[in-house]
């Protein structure tokens, strides 16, 4: 769905796919009510997904965002970027260089290859690329009222070049009852075992299952 969204480019934001996803929801669902969940750029998407379905008159029963920063809340700090990447000098040297061109060159091939046959890998590329400059972009235009619940991991690699938020940036949007819960592992390893089985079991707790 993702997918074929972005190859639009005037979709390529987060405001419209989110309500590219409220229509596809909506149609089988009407007005709810929904618990939406999204990990990281996907907890954006839900975000905007039920501040818009709320103000559309659905229920909306709980809002569920696993380690989505939302960038332009939390502060870039360049004394924590130099830290974080002399200490990966120091302890890798050049490796520590080729594993990041390594890590972007793997990217653009991941974005490269959800493209269809009939569209240039370079152009597939791009979109991607464009709708990433967004996410670090997005900010809400409004507030979200309803019940939320912020997972984070309690690895914070994710944030070494930023400063710390408990909300993750998210005070100034979540305006009704919000939960934060952590859960073990990094943020690139919580949505696999055994890290998402307990991540299981505390939403468990939140949907009363």
């Known amino acids: 769905m993702l997918a074929a969204a972005v190859r639009n ?14 229509e596809v929801i909506r149609e089988s669902f009407r007005n709810g009510p929904f ?23 659905a229920k909306v ?5 696993v380690d989505t920063p939302l960038w332009t809340r ?28 390594s890590k972007k060159l793997g990217l653009e091939r991941a974005a490269a290859s959800s493209s269809t046959s009939a569209e240039p890998n370079e152009e597939a590329t791009a979109r991607v690329g464009a709708l990433a400059r967004r996410v670090r972009n997005y900010e809400p235009e409004g507030g979200y009222e309803g019940r939320a619940l912020l997972i984070r ?5 994710l944030f070494v070049t930023h400063r710390e938020s408990r909300l993750l940036g998210w005070d100034d949007f979540l305006h009704g009852r919000v939960g934060v819960e952590f859960v073990s592992g990094a ?20 949907l009363g299952n």
Do not use: N
Request: glycine share 10%; hydrophobic share 40%; charged share 20%.
């Open 61 to 65: 029963e709980l809002l569920v965002m």
């Open 9 to 22: 480019e005037s979709t390529i934001s987060v405001p419209c796919l989110a309500e590219h996803y409220l």
């Open 153 to 157: 991991a309690d690895d914070p690699a």
């Open 35 to 57: 618990k939406l969940m999204g990990f990281c750029f996907g907890g954006m998407l839900a975000y905007e997904v039920a501040r818009r379905a709320t103000a559309a008159g």
């Open 187 to 206: 943020h690139s390893e919580i949505m696999t075992q055994p890290y998402v089985s307990a991540m299981g079991r505390l939403l468990g707790g939140y």
């Open 74 to 101: 939390i502060p870039f700090s360049r004394s924590k970027w130099i830290t974080h990447h002399m200490k990966g000098l120091q302890e890798e040297g050049l490796t520590y260089l080729t594993g990041r061109v």
